[in-house]
Nanobody
Framework: QVQLVESGGTLVQPGGSLRLSCAASGFTFSSYAMSWYRQAPGKERELVASITILGRTNYADSVKGRFTISRDNAKNTVYLQMNSLKPEDTAVYYC?????????????WGQGTQVTVSS
């Protein structure tokens, strides 16, 4: 069975740091681009960061310079290092895996992990 299990979300103070992890299983992790999305109450889910199968990264402007996405194919895990956290970063963070080669596209989603930035 396909699984994406996020962990690491918690309550953190503004200016603090947090590292989220997403453990993948049930598919060929190295063949999938990985992304982190987030969704705050009443808002649409937005792309935070992505990393391709070759390791190229992309970030939302709102997190550029503060967040870093990385992947460890040997561990089937993708990470999101979050520094200088702001209250506006409060959201449920979701892990996403995408296979998009040829004419097909496959998406997998995790259940999400809550990040709350507050004093």
């Amino acid at each position: 069975q396909v699984q994406l299990v996020e962990s690491g979300g918690t309550l953190v103070q503004p200016g603090g740091s947090l590292r989220l992890s997403c453990a993948a299983s049930g598919f060929t992790f190295s063949s999938y681009a990985m992304s982190w999305y987030r969704q705050a109450p009443g808002k649409e889910r937005e792309l935070v960061a992505s990393i391709t199968i070759l390791g190229r990264t992309n970030y939302a402007d709102s997190v550029k310079g503060r967040f870093t996405i990385s992947r460890d194919n040997a561990k089937n895990t993708v990470y999101l290092q979050m520094n200088s956290l702001k209250p506006e970063d409060t959201a449920v963070y979701y892990c996403n895996a995408v296979y998009a080669m040829g004419s097909s596209r496959t998406d997998y989603w995790g259940q999400g992990t809550q990040v709350t930035v507050s004093s």
